[in-house]
């Protein structure tokens, strides 16, 4: 499915009421927060063991630490989006989001050797979204992703309820756009069920692809054969945040977020849920990972 950012600047039913025009049975696969191995890894072995392609929303320091990563992404012909630089957990200021929003698609832009390999598709961090930060995405024709379905792999589930759940939400919407995580354990060790239990009751991936030619991310942005190293910023005349700013700023307001029906506060803080995605997972010996 081609997708124009200028005709449909926003999508996803949790935050918009709209969504894609899937037919009945048709899912979306989406992941955030990578790329990171060998959880990226494994995903995309899974989906190419299908022969099914997904949206991939990475954040920019992540990027920028596993640029080969980015790249088997990139390789493997799934669509890539942004996910900020440093994912904060809050409803950014207007200032902040500028940043966040510019600078993660530098560094992603920058791992992969060019902004032509990325579509104008971007998603708020923990779906954070402001009128201001959506308003800054529409001049710069990006179209802002919400979701249809939580797979809730962010909670920290086992196998079993990540299945469960997904397949539940899936069946009682008949299709939709689902998120996940390709850094999280479960989503690497639970994919290949995943897809399988979507085949066998008749589901069909559809891949979302930007129609017509990807404009360049950033003014002046040098493409190059190689991405620039980790420890290196991009090539842009944009300030990559040396630590998340959600370490050190206020929210500008009261953040609330609607996931399945109920609002649950949130915090810059390592108590929420999102906040952990990025610690190493807890050494359970069930994930195993062989390319």
């Not at 979507?198 to 891949?207: D, F, M, N, P």
């Not at 991009?234 to 945040?241: D, E, Q």
Request: glycine share 6%.
């Amino acid at each position: 499915m081609t997708l124009s950012a200028r005709d449909m600047p926003v999508l996803g039913l949790v935050d918009y009421g709209r969504t894609l025009p899937l037919a009945e049975g048709e899912v979306v696969l989406t992941f955030d927060d990578g790329p990171k191995p060998p959880y990226t890894n494994a995903v995309l072995k899974a989906l190419a063991n299908e022969c099914v392609r997904a949206v991939f929303f990475m954040v920019g320091r992540q990027a920028r630490a596993h640029p080969d990563v980015a790249r088997m992404v990139h390789a493997a012909g799934h669509t890539i989006g942004t996910h900020t630089y440093s994912h904060p957990l809050y409803r950014m200021p207007p200032d902040v989001a500028e940043r966040e929003i510019d600078a993660g698609i530098a560094s992603v832009a920058a791992a992969l050797g060019t902004s032509r390999a990325m579509a104008p598709f971007f998603r708020f961090p923990g779906l954070f979204r402001t009128p201001e930060a959506e308003r800054y995405l529409f001049s710069r024709a990006l179209s802002s992703w919400s979701i249809d379905v939580d797979s809730d792999d962010w909670k920290r589930i086992d196998s079993n309820a990540f299945l469960e759940r997904t397949m539940a939400r899936l069946e009682a919407r008949r299709g939709g756009i689902v998120l996940m995580h390709d850094i999280q354990p479960v989503t690497a060790l639970t994919l290949p069920a995943l897809l399988n239990a979507l085949k066998t009751r008749g589901y069909r991936i559809v891949h979302v692809v930007p129609s017509g030619a990807v404009q360049p991310a950033l003014p002046g942005l040098v493409a190059t054969s190689q991405p620039a190293p980790p420890d290196r910023p991009p090539s842009v005349a944009v300030p990559i945040p040396p630590a998340p700013v959600a370490d050190n700023r206020k929210p500008a307001e009261p953040a609330t977020q609607r996931r399945e029906g109920v609002i649950a506060e949130a915090r810059p803080l390592a108590s929420n849920p999102f906040q952990r995605i990025f610690e190493p997972p807890p050494s359970q010996g069930t994930f195993r990972w062989s390319p």
